[in-house]
T-cell receptor
Framework: NAGVTQTPKFRILKIGQSMTLQCAQD?????MYWYRQDPGMGLKLIYY???????DKGEVPNGYNVSRSTTEDFPLRLELAAPSQTSVYFC????????????????FGPGTRLTVL | GNSVTQMEGPVTLSEEAFLTINCTYT??????LFWYVQYPGEGLQLLLK?????DKGSNKGFEATYRKETTSFHLEKGSVQVSDSAVYFC???????????FGPGTRLSVLP
């Protein structure tokens, strides 16, 4: 298993440009997440998905869009990039054990470091 | 809503010192609690977890006990190594195990 993979590792954008951050997992997990991590800060949830075709907003969704056409892939789209979107972006996935009580663990990708100038 | 509070860093220790990183939480219901570790330039990795009150999670010499009465999940290690230098995140998941809330992270530096 490759786990959770993200591409690219690094990217520099100019203000107003658009790009898609790719995320894929090969663990057949239902739940997938996108977080951003600003310097010296914790993680903030951007969007999440509970399965193919279903997505929902997290804490900081403005300026981003997602889609989930397959179980494996969960791309994050940035439209009209702004300097405030300079951050490290992490994708994560979560299996479901079917057991009430939240025993499952999130698996994280290595991250994409994005700079908007 | 749910929230996690961690002690502010950075924490700097000498090798073989005792480590405690405090974590307290606010949540409804019966959350699961986690400690994640992030090494420089990498994503987060699960360090340990506990799913119910009085459970103790442990891994690589680290331990944390789920204390419902004090809503705490403090991370401890008896003797830290230079290789433990990283950022440590306390986190919780809700009753359904789907929505995670992370603390701000505590940076640990261990000096030889």
């Amino acid at each position: 298993n490759a786990g959770v993979t993200q591409t690219p590792k690094f990217r520099i954008l100019k203000i107003g440009q658009s790009m898609t951050l790719q995320c894929a997992q090969d663990m057949n997990h239902n739940y997938m997440y996108w977080y951003r991590q600003d310097p010296g800060m914790g993680l903030k949830l951007i969007y999440y998905s509970v399965g193919a075709g279903i997505t929902d907003k997290g804490e900081v969704p403005n300026g981003y869009n997602v889609s989930r056409s397959t179980t494996e892939d969960f791309p994050l789209r940035l439209e009209l990039a702004a300097p405030s979107q300079t951050s490290v972006y992490f994708c994560a996935s979560l299996g479901t054990s079917g057991r009430f009580g939240g025993t499952d663990t999130q698996y994280f990708g290595p991250g994409t470091r994005l700079t908007v100038l | 809503g749910n929230s996690v509070t961690q002690m502010e860093g950075p924490v700097t220790l000498s090798e073989e010192a005792f480590l405690t990183i405090n974590c307290t939480y606010t949540a409804t219901g019966y959350p699961s609690l986690f400690w994640y570790v992030q090494y420089p330039g990498e994503g987060l990795q699960l360090l340990l977890k506990a799913t119910k009150a009085d459970d103790k999670g442990s891994n690589k010499g680290f331990e944390a006990t789920y204390r419902k009465e004090t809503t705490s999940f403090h991370l401890e290690k008896g003797s830290v190594q230079v290789s433990d230098s990283a950022v440590y995140f306390c986190a919780l998941s809700d009753n359904y195990g789907q929505n995670f809330v992370f603390g701000p992270g505590t940076r640990l530096s261990v000096l030889p």
